[in-house]
């Protein structure tokens, strides 16, 4: 079945970056667009990052210039490389493609 294990969420200084990493299995990972989205407390689920099968990416305006999606289609995984972190980056990421991850957490604060 389609499995999406998202990992490397964390609590971080504003500033800091860090790098999500999800690993897909169960379904021709090189033939799907992926994305990331997240939901900060109490609000909804937003869209912040896609990339295609040809590795075209696009990305939310509240993240353009500090967030970067790729992949990796060897390794079946998708990441977010997240640069000059803001606490209203503060959100569960999800990973999600034909299903969705369980999610990790990344905190932003001092």
């Known amino acids: 079945q389609v499995q999406l294990v998202e990992s490397g969420g964390a609590l971080v200084q504003p500033g800091g970056s860090l790098r999500l990493s999800c690993v897909a299995s169960g379904f021709p990972f090189s033939i799907y667009s992926m994305n990331w989205s997240r939901q900060p407390p109490g609000k909804q689920r937003e869209l912040v990052a896609t990339?295609?099968?040809?590795?075209?990416?696009n990305y939310a305006d509240s993240v353009r210039g500090r967030f970067t999606i790729s992949r990796n289609n060897a390794k079946n995984t998708v990441y977010l490389q997240m640069n000059s972190l803001k606490p209203e980056d503060t959100a569960v990421y999800y990973c999600?493609?034909?299903?969705w991850g369980q999610g990790t957490q990344v905190t932003v604060s001092s």
């Open positions: 999600h493609g034909p299903d």
């Open positions: 990339i295609t099968t040809g590795g075209r990416t």
